[in-house]
């Protein structure tokens, strides 16, 4: 009698089956970080921060501060005297153009180191007179009135001396007259109200000019 094929134990079919389920299993769990990445790898380390090259930071959200003025510098700029060009304007007829110099360079040397107007030398060439006279009275704190005998005979300083009384008629200290070569009766008559500063001295009387011109600054600080 032939002996018939042997069928295989119940344990041995499953064995085939199972060995390739675990192999996808384990593919599969291998290949699961690569579908779904982490946000952190996703995005490179530069991308997230930016290089100064690549990206620079605005200047409004720079965590670097400009630097700071010292404070007496910060109160210098802020203060009054700084928003007008100049601190004197120096009146005077065209003969008198060597006092006004003068006047002008002792102002100017002096330790306060005033800043003065003087014509000749500051107003805008091709200017219009009567705009550069003007525009120097306004864009001084005081105004100096060299009178003389040539300038109670010069028509356009007449017309300063009225302009610079009309912009500041209650100004008290910042119309200064500097009286020179003239005696007090001859002073002019519009400025008898206020003091003058006598020129006969051993300095022209620079130097009460001066102490005229910083008591009036001092004013608006």
Not at 7 to 34: E, I, V
Not at 195 to 214: I, T
């Amino acid at each position: 009698m032939a002996s018939s094929p042997s069928l295989p134990t119940p344990g041995s079919r499953p064995k085939k089956p199972l060995g390739k389920m675990a192999d996808w299993f384990r593919q599969t769990l291998l290949k699961k970080p690569k579908k779904m990445p982490d946000s952190s790898e996703s995005m490179p380390s530069d991308a997230s921060q930016p290089t100064s090259q690549d990206s620079p930071v605005p200047a409004s959200h720079s965590s670097v501060t400009p630097p700071s003025l010292p404070p007496s510098q910060v109160s210098d700029s802020g203060s009054i005297r700084w928003s007008k060009d100049y601190d004197v304007c120096v009146c005077h007829s065209e003969e008198d153009l060597v006092a006004a110099q003068d006047l002008v360079s002792y102002l100017e040397g002096s330790t306060a180191s005033l800043r003065c107007f003087l014509q000749l030398r500051d107003a805008t060439p091709g200017g219009a007179i009567v705009s550069e006279l003007c525009q120097a009275l306004s864009s001084s704190h005081c105004r100096v009135l060299l009178i003389t005998p040539g300038f109670l005979q010069d028509p356009w300083c007449k017309y300063q001396m009225l302009q610079a009384l009309t912009d500041a008629p209650g100004a008290e200290g910042r119309t200064i007259p500097l009286l020179l070569g003239l005696s007090r009766a001859a002073y002019p008559p519009e400025l008898r109200f206020m003091y003058y500063v006598d020129g006969r001295g051993p300095d022209s009387g620079f130097h009460q000019v001066k102490e005229a011109v910083m008591r009036y600054l001092q004013t608006l600080s």
